[in-house]
């Protein structure tokens, strides 16, 4: 039900002021940087593609990023060409949260570089923000923790409903 009612938003177009879309991207190289600043491993392997560009897209959204000589990612500049190209081909958004809330990837079509496509993936696979720590530099530890185990029984309990909303609606769905 709600699948249909976001499928039928009256908004499919929408497209976000050129200046927010611009700062948007910008506040995700800071985060993906930060994150890669943990993994001493990641900026190894990302050196080792400096000047290469990846373009990450999704319906009308596209970022495309390059890695830097210090092991960083930047925003490639507009008429870079991708040498990979990583397309999510899953167009609905409350599919793509589900299954992001079950911890699978979503289904991505790759295009282009091999090894750059191979080091992306582990980059995926490896890279992990510890969210726990960054807040632990704010609030303390012990409030950090507190916080980190909460937020991860919430998540649990919703990965559950959904798995129960789920079986539930294929139930209904075979009868």
Do not use: C, Y
Request: hydrophobic letters at 50%; zero cysteines; charged letters at 25%.
């Amino acid at each position: 039900m709600l699948e249909g009612f976001l499928q039928n938003l009256p908004l499919p177009n929408f497209q976000p002021p050129v200046w927010v879309v611009d700062e948007t991207q910008r506040r995700i190289v800071l985060l993906l940087n930060h994150i890669l600043l943990q993994e001493k491993e990641a900026t190894g392997r990302l050196v080792r593609q400096k000047g290469r560009v990846v373009l990450m897209q999704w319906r009308s959204f596209a970022i495309k990023l390059i890695a830097t000589p210090a092991g960083l990612l930047d925003r490639a500049p507009a008429e870079a060409k991708a040498d990979l190209i990583l397309e999510v081909t899953e167009e609905s958004p409350l599919a793509l949260g589900q299954a992001a809330l079950r911890g699978d990837k979503p289904a991505v079509r790759i295009e282009g570089d091999v090894q750059l496509a191979a080091e992306v993936n582990w980059l995926v696979d490896h890279v992990r923000w510890d969210l726990e720590e960054d807040i632990s530099r704010v609030i303390g530890d012990a409030p950090a923790h507190a916080l980190g185990q909460a937020a991860r029984g919430m998540a649990t309990a919703l990965r559950q409903f959904i798995g129960v909303a789920a079986a539930t609606g294929a139930t209904k769905a075979q009868a």
